[in-house]
């Protein structure tokens, strides 16, 4: 199993940046694929970015030049760097991991982004 914690969400203003952390309870050199989902309201969940094991990244077209995904192996955590954020950004985001065929989520993390 895997246990997922994120943080750093919270509320800024348009243009600004945020750094969300998704802190693993394994390795995640382990995990097939981590990434981000997000989901705002009255929307479905949909894809925000992804990273393999190898380091591979995968990012919706909607985020593309503006956000980044990390991992830091050494302490099992998966970064989001949120750069230049607008108001269709706001939403709550989900850290996931796919770890042998099953997909686990982090309880999820507020995101805010104020005109």
């Known amino acids: 199993q895997v246990q997922l914690v994120e943080s750093g969400g919270g509320l800024v203003q348009a243009g600004g940046s945020l750094r969300l952390s998704c802190a693993a309870s394994r390795s995640i050199i382990d995990i097939n694929y981590v990434g981000w989902y997000r989901q705002a309201p009255g929307k479905q969940r949909e894809l925000v970015a992804t990273?393999?094991?190898?380091?591979?990244?995968n990012y919706a077209d909607s985020v593309k030049g503006r956000f980044t995904i990390s991992r830091d192996n050494a302490n099992n955590t998966v970064y989001l760097q949120m750069n230049s954020l607008n108001f269709e950004d706001t939403a709550v985001y989900y850290c996931?991991?796919?770890?042998?065929?099953?997909?686990?989520w982090g309880q999820g993390t507020q995101v805010t982004v104020s005109s």
């Open positions: 996931y991991a796919n770890y042998i065929l099953r997909v686990y």
């Open positions: 990273i393999s094991s190898v380091g591979s990244t």
